[in-house]
Every structure is written in C-alpha cells, then in structure tokens.
C-alpha cells in the first residue's frame, strides 16, 4: 500500500535516491574486493600488475618455502590472537555485562563509563603506552612486580617469542572490551522480567539463570560479538605495529594476517621495500574467504533455527 | 523495554567480588591513561627517573613544543575535516537510500538492501591494493580526500542498516497527513522523516566516529605528504626510531586522545547506543 | 525530487573538483608565479633524518639565502618506513624532488626502476669527490644516481667517569674487552647498554660495526661477497661467537627493550659502554658524565685493525621532478667550497661530510670519532655493498643470527650456516659452497 500512498509508483525516482550511496559503495568497497582477486591472478613489476599468471601466486604462497612458512606462522599467529581475544575479551564482556545489568549496583554508571573509554582511544595510542608500561626497565608492570618481590621483575615481556603474542593479544583484548560489553548489556536487557522471576520462584542459582535462561536468549548476539572479534582479529594490524614492528617482532612470533599482507602487498620487505601486489592480493583473497567460512560457521551455530 | 534484573541470591559475598572485579578493572583502564597524562607533563629524562609519580616539575615545554613545530595544528585541521566531511556524507547517502528502501517495496529494493548490508562483514582493508591502484589514477594519492570515499563507503551499510530500520518504525499515519496535503517524497525525506530519525543519525554518526578519527591504515598508505597527514598518523609521524622524546610523544597521544575522549566522557550514552547500533534488533 | 537530487550530484562534483584543485594546487601556485617577475619555486626534500629537521631546516634556509628563487622544503619520513614509503610515493608520481638516497643495491634499484636522474654529467662531481666516495651510488655500469652526501662512523660510546673509577683503560682486544665488561658488571653497573627490542640495532650497529675487525675488512669482505669463501667459515663463526658473548653483559630485559631506551640507560649514567654510532653524537650533549668513543675491540692477536665509516646518504633528484634545473643547482652547490663550509657547520653532529673539500669540524666528540680512523682501515656495512636484495636477505639473515646467538636459541655455528644457506637460495657467488 505504501507504493501508492507516497507518489506514485517511480520505481526509477526512488532508485535514485539510492544511487549515491550505492554508487560509493560498489566502486570502493564491491569492487576492489572483485578487483583483489583478480590481480590475485597476476604478477608483474611495481605499479604495472600485467602478466596472467593463473593460481600461481597463491602455489607459491602455500608451497614456497619462504613465503608459506612466514604464511602459516603468520595464520597460527592470528588463530592465537583471536583465541585470546575469545577468552578474555568477550568473556570479561559477559561478565561486566551481568555485573552492570543489575539497577542496585552502586556506581553503575560509573563503571560502565569507566570500562568503554578505551576503545575510544586509538589503538596506536594503548599501544605505545602499554608498550612503555611493559619495559623492562621503566615500565610500571615490571616495577611493581619488583616491589612485589618477583624474580619476573625485569621480564622482557614483548621481547621474547610466544609470550610477546600473547601480551599483545591482552592488550587489544583490554582495548575493546568495552564493545562486548556494551553489546551484552542490551541484549541482556532485552530479557523479560518473567523469565528471571520464574526463575527465582524455582530458586535456582545465578549459574542456573546464566545458563539457562541468560545464555540461550543472547546467543544472536554472541554470534554477532564472535563475528565482529572474528572479522577484527584476521585484518588486525595497528597494535602489532605499535607495539613491534611490521615484521612481527621477536622472530616474527608476532606476525599476524595483517602484518603479512603490509609487507608482502603495499610495503614490501625491510630494507629493500619492493612489495609483490599479485601476492598480497593473493593474501587477501585467502583472508576474504577464511572470513566467510569463519563468519558462516559462526552463523551456524548461534542463530536460532527459527531466525535464519 | 529493559528490564529490572533482581539478583539478590548473589548475597554480599557475590556483591563483593563483584565490587572487586569492577574496581580492579576500572584501575586497570585509569591507570595507563594517567601515566601517559602525567608523564607528558614531564621532562624527558625524569620520565625514566620515575615513571609514576607526579612530576616533580610541571613542565608544559612538551606541549609547547608539539603546538608549536610538526605541524600538528594541520594535523588535527585534517583529522577534523575529513572526519566532519566522511559522517556528513555518510549520514547523508544513508538517510536518502534507506528512506528509498524503506518506502519502495520492490524485489529489487530488498535485493539492493541485502547488498548493501553485507559490506557491514567485509573490511575494506581487504581491497586495500585496488584501492591503492584506484586512489593513485584518480590523482588523490598523498592527498587527505583519498580517505574520503573510503570512510564513506566503509560507513554505508550500518547507515543503511540502522536508518532503513528506523524510517520502518515511522508510524505511516505521520507522513501520509503530509501526502494528503499534496507533498512530494522529497519533501516528506527533508520535512519529516529528517527531524524523526535524528536520534538514528546520532547513533550511525558516532559508530563511525570513532573508527574514522582513530584509523592509521590508510591514512599510512596513501598519505606521505606533512600537510595532508591525520592526527593518528602524526603520531607515528613522531615515533622516530632515534632519540625519541617520551615526553613530547605522550603529549602527542594525549592530545591525540582528547577530542574523541571528551566528546564521550560528555555524551557517554548516546555512544553507546551509537557503537550497538545495528548489532541488537530491539 | 530531481532538484534535490541536483543539488547532491553538484555537491559531490563540487567535492570532487575542490579534490583537484587542492591537490594541483602548489604546482598552480608556483606556475603562477613563475610568470612574474621573481621566479619562486618550493621543491620538496625527502629524508629519513626525523631528527635532523633543525639542522637541515638551517642548511636549506641558507641555500635560499644565496639563490632567492628556491626553496627547498625538508620533510622526512620515519627511518623504517623510508624505502617503502619512497617507493609508493614515486610510484605515484608524489615523490619529493630532490631525496637523500640510500647507498648500493637500494638506491641503485631505484635508479634502474627508472625514478633518480642520472647525475654522471653533474658539474665538478669527479673533482669534488673521490671515487671511493662515489662508488656507493653507482651502478655497475658507472653511472651516478646520487651524489654522496654523508657518511657516518661506527664506535663504542664510554662513560669516562665509570672507566676512571673502575681503573679502567680503552680496550684493543676481544678478550680485554670482555674483562672491562666483568669488572664493569661487578661494580653494578650495565657493562653494555644494546637491546634487541629494535631490531635493526643490534645488526647494523653491534654486528656490522664489529664485522670488519673479524673478516679482514674491505678485503676480507670481498672475499665472502665474491664467493672466494664461504660465509660459514670460522672467522664469520667467530664473529657470532663474540656477539653471543655479550649477552651476559646486556641489560635487564634487554630482549624487549628499545634502541631509545638504550640511549637512555648510557644517558643516565647506567650503562657504561654503549655501540652505537656517529648519529648519536647529539644525544649525549647534555650529560652530567665525562664520556667519550673508542674504535670497536678486534680479534685477540690482530694487528691491523678497522673501523666501520659508513656511506650513509646520498643525494639524488627525482627523475620526474618539475624542477631538474633547479635541482641540479642545490647538489652542485652542496659540492661548492661555500656549500661544504653551511654543510660543516650545519650538519647535525656526527654526520660526516664526503666531499674533497677540507673542512674544519669544531665539536671535540665529532673530532674524537673522526680521529678514530686515523691508523685503521675502513669499510662499509657488511650487507650493503652486495647482500642486501634477495629473498632472504643477507641483512635479515645477519640479523636473525645476531639475534639467534645472544638469545641462546641458536649457537654461533647454526647462525653462520644459516647465513651461507640463506644466501646460496639466491646469491650466486655463495652457490659456488
């Protein structure tokens, strides 16, 4: 009815109104990921991508000893990275969400202020200052470790290989916690008062409503969180630079997805700098369609049968 | 509507650890923002005399400095503008397309919806090397405004998500007053259906934000130019690899950090409503 | 309906052309006022220098000085991000005019990559630098992509002060130095201030600034890069061997701690030797602590002994830029005697001029580390000349083995079979092993 009732049927006007938007949309977003595969399909030197060259760069990165070892350690790399952030950051979500939900907390609204500001602030910003709480010397980490008596106390912390991932993965976890659970309060608050006086009538336990009732209720939205972790993590790149290098400092044990595709596509391998456009986007090509089975299995799993 | 949520079998051991958590927490995030707060107010060596305290001598020498040389002033006139210019473009392709799709009801416009909509899971930092091939041939290369159509493409599916949702919800007895006095769609879109959504467009506008003022990557491949850098990428600008001042650079992320930190400390709600936009269908 | 959407199709064609107009805006400027009377034109300068902004800012501002028409606008870059930043930039057709160039295989990629000018024709090149200092931004075919424009030198920064109260003299030896490292640890003090937190430090400034004492110099190092020896032989062996030996003396932490802090840690008074080089010379202008510079130990039994004096930058012209004319006078001023003497004054402390052209250096630290080379031969970088292109690089390979050895994680013997391996995959002179 609403056809008729606003002007008449101009499909093409109302086209119109969506043309800007879709226009900026398919030509910087849709088609560059279009345009990425294909040149996934070329080599060629520098600026000028010219000679077809069919799956070979994408033979290369997965066979090639150089490139698929840094390749792999770079994937295992990111696994980790959002392993962690899973853990820590969504579950820390949760778990403030649950604490913030309830009206009689006193300082709700501080707390709640308090948890978001940094992921406001720019992960170049956390970065650099968790890298300067964390030095060996100076840092406030180590200091206070030091007053604590801990042998730890002069711990390179970002200088040695398996630790250094996983304090980088803490320290964008602590960067974003705020979204989780901001997004976890919503979908929390969304639960209808009954539910919960039901359940107290049967006199079940918190654990009992957090899993029963909590828990299966916002799942879409643990789907949703899980994705965005999912999508973030595999193109991360920022706090890895902030913190080491490029390279993925020490001994590329900080390489992940994002630092990969940095150095192999747009600025090459220090010190030379000539960067491989074929095979970076080769690199993202492979991202694109990890992204896809990743955020297709999250899918699966979270939204309800009902709701697809 | 939200709900009151009773739990009182927590009982006050379970309301003291939660106490504990939150406040553990809360030093957690304070505590580096002021180290980087009152270090910078420090000079350069007595930082690594000692790191926490207070300084012993209120040194503003680093904040003079940064105000004064490295052009951070254009630093931050870019950021400004090309964030103002990306959200108003955004807000303003959004607000037309999803009040198209939100009235047109077509096959294709629920395809163009779903279309649009997907972008929301794909980073754009994927079409990175297009994008570098595409801003080089239109020219823009080294200048700010090749961010533009980036942020803007990157800002319109939730702007079309969170706005065709809203104009959805406009009740049709508002507008079709309007139609029956003889007005035309567009001026139903600026008369009416602007002023309804605005808290819609508050929301899209600060989800955007943040991610915008805040990105490096891009501004770091495209830009190399001092007068057209960001702010963000004035940072690293400054993280010379020899003779680094601590004290300047902290001075430098504070001021990096200020604007978007003072903006939410003031509308903390409306951000968060803003940032969860989208991801929880009320 | 169709109006409003006029009025948004005008205001993205406005977005668009102001996009334009700002980005040709500067070369409009400048052809404006190339048709009037006093011809000004701004090239733009780039560099890795983040910190010699002042410096260069002053040498420039007093070539304008003598040749009112040009300005020359220094904006450089952060060191790491230099060569791929340059390349995208140049790609592009953004590239600065004029640009410090980085000696051997990464400038002479460039040049072949069609971006620098060729400058063998430049006027008084051959009179005002020597050959030697030519040769690293040559190609193989002779020609000149840059002309040289600094060098630096390589040493172990001291604190006098902890050396007088220890009794301590400068060491000639391996071995005496690593007793002086004893006895400095002993005392409480860090012996040796290096980190790894940033990589490139430990490589190009510990590694590199010992190599030439361990494989014979200028010849020994040809003989590694001409294939007469293999690189895993015992004297590349030993030279890990003493990079590992150091860890011990190494600060706290060291693994994660930065070339900053580093600098910090000799700044404070804490540490008492400090590899680094000539760069840093400024840094420690205002320390409370008498300090000084002695040329790297040698292998125990050596006699000849060798100093690493680096051709740092060059400087080359953008093949592409607007102002070759223009250009091409500011290098050959900086060959004049009146460009070398603003050079020697101006030139950030430690960074050391090329030019045939004597000049007077005033500081007595910049004069101290010059006189190190007096009675010592020279050479450059290891991994320069020859090393540094290839997958994998022999600058990353010393590197990771540098690294490898003081961590632990691999011994002296793995580190430089890895570097003969890793070169052979690409390096046909290291096939021959």
Same mark, same amino acid.
């Given at each position: 009815?609403?056809?008729?009732?606003?002007?008449?049927?101009?499909?093409?006007?109302?086209?119109?109104?969506?043309?800007?938007?879709?226009?900026?949309?398919?030509?910087?977003?849709?088609?560059?990921?279009?345009?990425?595969?294909?040149?996934?399909?070329?080599?060629?030197?520098?600026?000028?991508?010219?000679?077809?060259?069919?799956?070979?760069?994408?033979?290369?990165?997965?066979?090639?000893?150089?490139?698929?070892?840094?390749?792999?350690?770079?994937?295992?790399?990111?696994?980790?990275?959002?392993?962690?952030?899973?853990?820590?950051?969504?579950?820390?979500?949760?778990?403030?969400?649950?604490?913030?939900?309830?009206?009689?907390?006193?300082?709700?609204?501080?707390?709640?202020?308090?948890?978001?500001?940094?992921?406001?602030?720019?992960?170049?910003?956390?970065?650099?200052?968790?890298?300067?709480?964390?030095?060996?010397?100076?840092?406030?980490?180590?200091?206070?470790?030091?007053?604590?008596?801990?042998?730890?106390?002069?711990?390179?912390?970002?200088?040695?290989?398996?630790?250094?991932?996983?304090?980088?993965?803490?320290?964008?976890?602590?960067?974003?916690?705020?979204?989780?659970?901001?997004?976890?309060?919503?979908?929390?608050?969304?639960?209808?008062?009954?539910?919960?006086?039901?359940?107290?009538?049967?006199?079940?336990?918190?654990?009992?409503?957090?899993?029963?009732?909590?828990?299966?209720?916002?799942?879409?939205?643990?789907?949703?969180?899980?994705?965005?972790?999912?999508?973030?993590?595999?193109?991360?790149?920022?706090?890895?630079?902030?913190?080491?290098?490029?390279?993925?400092?020490?001994?590329?044990?900080?390489?992940?997805?994002?630092?990969?595709?940095?150095?192999?596509?747009?600025?090459?391998?220090?010190?030379?700098?000539?960067?491989?456009?074929?095979?970076?986007?080769?690199?993202?090509?492979?991202?694109?369609?990890?992204?896809?089975?990743?955020?297709?299995?999250?899918?699966?799993?979270?939204?309800?049968?009902?709701?697809? | 509507?939200?709900?009151?949520?009773?739990?009182?079998?927590?009982?006050?051991?379970?309301?003291?650890?939660?106490?504990?958590?939150?406040?553990?927490?809360?030093?957690?995030?304070?505590?580096?923002?002021?180290?980087?707060?009152?270090?910078?107010?420090?000079?350069?060596?007595?930082?690594?005399?000692?790191?926490?305290?207070?300084?012993?001598?209120?040194?503003?020498?680093?904040?003079?400095?940064?105000?004064?040389?490295?052009?951070?002033?254009?630093?931050?006139?870019?950021?400004?503008?090309?964030?103002?210019?990306?959200?108003?473009?955004?807000?303003?392709?959004?607000?037309?397309?999803?009040?198209?799709?939100?009235?047109?009801?077509?096959?294709?416009?629920?395809?163009?919806?779903?279309?649009?909509?997907?972008?929301?899971?794909?980073?754009?930092?994927?079409?990175?090397?297009?994008?570098?091939?595409?801003?080089?041939?239109?020219?823009?290369?080294?200048?700010?405004?090749?961010?533009?159509?980036?942020?803007?493409?990157?800002?319109?599916?939730?702007?079309?998500?969170?706005?065709?949702?809203?104009?959805?919800?406009?009740?049709?007895?508002?507008?079709?007053?309007?139609?029956?006095?003889?007005?035309?769609?567009?001026?139903?879109?600026?008369?009416?259906?602007?002023?309804?959504?605005?808290?819609?467009?508050?929301?899209?506008?600060?989800?955007?934000?943040?991610?915008?003022?805040?990105?490096?990557?891009?501004?770091?491949?495209?830009?190399?130019?001092?007068?057209?850098?960001?702010?963000?990428?004035?940072?690293?600008?400054?993280?010379?690899?020899?003779?680094?001042?601590?004290?300047?650079?902290?001075?430098?992320?504070?001021?990096?950090?200020?604007?978007?930190?003072?903006?939410?400390?003031?509308?903390?709600?409306?951000?968060?409503?803003?940032?969860?936009?989208?991801?929880?269908?009320? | 309906?169709?109006?409003?959407?006029?009025?948004?199709?005008?205001?993205?064609?406005?977005?668009?052309?102001?996009?334009?107009?700002?980005?040709?805006?500067?070369?409009?400027?400048?052809?404006?006022?190339?048709?009037?009377?006093?011809?000004?034109?701004?090239?733009?300068?780039?560099?890795?220098?983040?910190?010699?902004?002042?410096?260069?800012?002053?040498? %420039?501002?007093?070539?304008?000085?003598?040749?009112?028409?040009?300005?020359?606008?220094?904006?450089?870059?952060?060191?790491?991000?230099?060569?791929?930043?340059?390349?995208?930039?140049?790609?592009?057709?953004?590239?600065?005019?004029?640009?410090?160039?980085?000696?051997?295989?990464?400038?002479?990629?460039?040049?072949?990559?069609?971006?620098?000018?060729?400058?063998?024709?430049?006027?008084? %090149?051959?009179?005002?630098?020597?050959?030697?200092?030519?040769?690293?931004?040559?190609?193989?075919?002779?020609?000149?992509?840059?002309?040289?424009?600094?060098?630096?030198?390589?040493?172990?920064?001291?604190?006098?002060?902890?050396?007088?109260?220890?009794?301590?003299?400068?060491?000639?030896?391996?071995?005496?130095?690593?007793?002086?490292?004893?006895?400095?640890?002993?005392?409480?003090?860090?012996?040796?201030?290096?980190?790894?937190?940033?990589?490139?430090?430990?490589?190009?400034?510990?590694?590199?600034?010992?190599?030439?004492?361990?494989?014979?110099?200028?010849?020994?190092?040809?003989?590694?890069?001409?294939?007469?020896?293999?690189?895993?032989?015992?004297?590349?062996?030993?030279?890990?061997?003493?990079?590992?030996?150091?860890?011990?003396?190494?600060?706290?932490?060291?693994?994660?701690?930065?070339?900053?802090?580093?600098?910090?840690?000799?700044?404070?008074?804490?540490?008492?030797?400090?590899?680094?080089?000539?760069?840093?010379?400024?840094?420690?202008?205002?320390?409370?602590?008498?300090?000084?510079?002695?040329?790297?130990?040698?292998?125990?039994?050596?006699?000849?002994?060798?100093?690493?004096?680096?051709?740092?930058?060059?400087?080359?012209?953008?093949?592409?830029?607007?102002?070759?004319?223009?250009?091409?006078?500011?290098?050959?001023?900086?060959?004049?005697?009146?460009?070398?003497?603003?050079?020697?004054?101006?030139?950030?402390?430690?960074?050391?001029?090329?030019?045939?052209?004597?000049?007077?250096?005033?500081?007595?630290?910049?004069?101290?580390? %010059?006189? %190190?080379?007096?009675?010592?031969?020279?050479?450059?970088?290891?991994?320069?000349?020859?090393?540094?292109?290839?997958?994998?690089?022999?600058?990353?390979?010393?590197?990771?083995?540098?690294?490898?050895?003081?961590?632990?994680?691999?011994?002296?013997?793995?580190?430089?079979?890895?570097?003969?391996?890793?070169?052979?995959?690409?390096?046909?002179?290291?096939?021959?092993?």
């Amino acid at each position: 009815m609403q056809r008729y009732i606003e002007g008449r049927s101009q499909p093409f006007s109302w086209f119109l109104y969506i043309l800007p938007a879709l226009l900026v949309y398919l030509i910087f977003l849709a088609y560059p990921l279009f345009s990425s595969m294909l040149t996934s399909f070329m080599t060629g030197n520098h600026a000028q991508i010219q000679t077809f060259v069919g799956f070979d760069n994408y033979v290369r990165l997965f066979t090639e000893e150089e490139l698929s070892t840094r390749y792999f350690s770079a994937f295992r790399n990111t696994v980790v990275f959002f392993a962690i952030h899973m853990l820590v950051q969504n579950v820390l979500g949760m778990l403030f969400a649950n604490f913030l939900q309830n009206k009689h907390l006193k300082g709700r609204k501080f707390y709640q202020t308090i948890i978001f500001i940094p992921a406001t602030l720019a992960i170049i910003v956390t970065g650099y200052l968790w890298k300067l709480i964390l030095n060996p010397q100076w840092g406030a980490f180590n200091l206070i470790l030091k007053a604590l008596g801990s042998e730890h106390a002069n711990f390179p912390w970002l200088g040695t290989p398996g630790v250094s991932l996983v304090v980088i993965s803490l320290v964008s976890s602590w960067q974003w916690v705020g979204i989780p659970t901001m997004f976890f309060i919503s979908a929390l608050g969304n639960i209808p008062d009954e539910l919960y006086e039901a359940a107290a009538i049967s006199g079940a336990s918190p654990w009992q409503v957090f899993t029963n009732i909590k828990l299966p209720l916002i799942l879409p939205t643990v789907g949703v969180v899980s994705t965005l972790t999912f999508v973030n993590n595999f193109n991360a790149f920022d706090v890895v630079f902030a913190m080491e290098n490029v390279n993925g400092a020490p001994d590329y044990s900080t390489d992940i997805l994002g630092t990969f595709f940095y150095r192999t596509g747009i600025a090459g391998q220090h010190p030379i700098g000539i960067p491989d456009r074929g095979m970076g986007a080769a690199v993202a090509t492979v991202t694109f369609v990890v992204l896809i089975i990743g955020v297709a299995l999250i899918r699966r799993i979270t939204v309800k049968r009902d709701e697809v | 509507m939200k709900t009151t949520a009773k739990h009182q079998s927590l009982g006050s051991a379970g309301r003291g650890i939660t106490y504990l958590i939150l406040t553990l927490w809360s030093l957690m995030v304070l505590f580096p923002v002021w180290t980087m707060v009152i270090n910078s107010f420090k000079k350069r060596l007595d930082i690594y005399k000692d790191p926490f305290g207070l300084p012993s001598i209120w040194s503003f020498d680093s904040y003079l400095a940064v105000l004064k040389g490295h052009q951070f002033g254009r630093y931050f006139f870019n950021s400004i503008l090309i964030t103002v210019l990306s959200l108003a473009l955004i807000l303003l392709l959004g607000s037309l397309a999803s009040y198209a799709i939100a009235r047109w009801n077509s096959k294709l416009s629920r395809w163009l919806y779903a279309f649009m909509i997907a972008g929301m899971m794909i980073p754009i930092r994927i079409g990175s090397i297009p994008l570098l091939r595409m801003i080089n041939e239109m020219g823009l290369m080294n200048s700010l405004f090749s961010l533009l159509p980036i942020y803007v493409a990157m800002g319109i599916p939730v702007a079309v998500l969170v706005l065709t949702q809203f104009i959805r919800d406009i009740p049709i007895e508002m507008t079709e007053a309007a139609l029956i006095d003889g007005a035309k769609p567009r001026q139903i879109y600026y008369k009416i259906v602007l002023k309804l959504i605005q808290p819609a467009m508050a929301s899209v506008a600060i989800y955007n934000l943040v991610p915008i003022w805040n990105d490096l990557w891009f501004p770091l491949i495209f830009i190399n130019k001092e007068s057209q850098k960001t702010v963000i990428l004035g940072v690293t600008t400054l993280f010379g690899q020899y003779q680094t001042d601590w004290s300047r650079i902290l001075a430098v992320l504070t001021l990096a950090s200020l604007p978007i930190l003072l903006l939410y400390l003031a509308m903390s709600r409306q951000f968060v409503e803003g940032l969860t936009a989208g991801a929880v269908k009320g | 309906m169709k109006k409003g959407f006029l009025s948004l199709w005008i205001l993205l064609v406005m977005i668009t052309i102001g996009t334009f107009f700002s980005c040709s805006k500067e070369n409009d400027e400048a052809a404006a006022e190339k048709k009037n009377e006093v011809e000004k034109v701004a090239l733009r300068m780039g560099s890795w220098r983040m910190d010699d902004v002042a410096q260069m800012e002053a040498v %420039l501002a007093e070539f304008t000085k003598t040749h009112p028409g040009i300005e020359i606008l220094f904006q450089p870059t952060n060191p790491p991000d230099y060569n791929a930043t340059l390349r995208l930039q140049l790609e592009s057709g953004t590239g600065p005019d004029i640009m410090y160039a980085r000696s051997y295989a990464t400038g002479i990629q460039l040049f072949e990559d069609g971006y620098l000018s060729d400058l063998s024709s430049l006027s008084g %090149l051959d009179t005002t630098y020597s050959e030697g200092n030519q040769a690293p931004w040559m190609t193989k075919d002779g020609k000149n992509f840059a002309i040289p424009f600094t060098a630096v030198s390589h040493g172990v920064f001291y604190n006098k002060d902890i050396f007088k109260e220890l009794g301590l003299s400068i060491p000639e030896s391996w071995s005496d130095f690593l007793s002086v490292c004893k006895t400095i640890k002993a005392a409480g003090y860090i012996p040796v201030a290096n980190s790894l937190g940033d990589e490139w430090d430990i490589n190009e400034v510990v590694f590199m600034n010992l190599a030439p004492n361990f494989i014979g110099g200028r010849e020994g190092r040809l003989a590694y890069d001409e294939g007469k020896t293999p690189f895993n032989d015992k004297k590349v062996v030993a030279l890990f061997q003493a990079m590992a030996s150091l860890a011990p003396y190494l600060p706290e932490g060291f693994e994660a701690l930065t070339y900053n802090d580093s600098n910090a840690l000799f700044a404070t008074g804490q540490a008492a030797m400090y590899f680094d080089g000539s760069w840093t010379l400024g840094t420690f202008s205002d320390v409370d602590f008498d300090w000084g510079v002695f040329a790297p130990p040698a292998p125990d039994g050596q006699k000849v002994h060798y100093i690493c004096f680096h051709p740092d930058a060059g400087m080359a012209i953008n093949s592409s830029t607007k102002y070759p004319e223009e250009a091409k006078i500011f290098l050959e001023w900086l060959g004049s005697p009146e460009g070398a003497q603003v050079l020697a004054e101006n030139l950030p402390m430690g960074m050391f001029p090329m030019s045939n052209i004597a000049v007077e250096i005033e500081d007595p630290h910049a004069k101290e580390f %010059l006189s %190190l080379n007096d009675g010592r031969q020279l050479d450059v970088r290891w991994a320069w000349p020859e090393l540094l292109g290839g997958d994998p690089s022999g600058y990353n390979l010393m590197m990771e083995g540098s690294i490898g050895v003081i961590t632990g994680r691999i011994t002296p013997k793995q580190a430089a079979d890895n570097l003969q391996e890793g070169l052979a995959k690409w390096y046909p002179p290291a096939q021959k092993w």
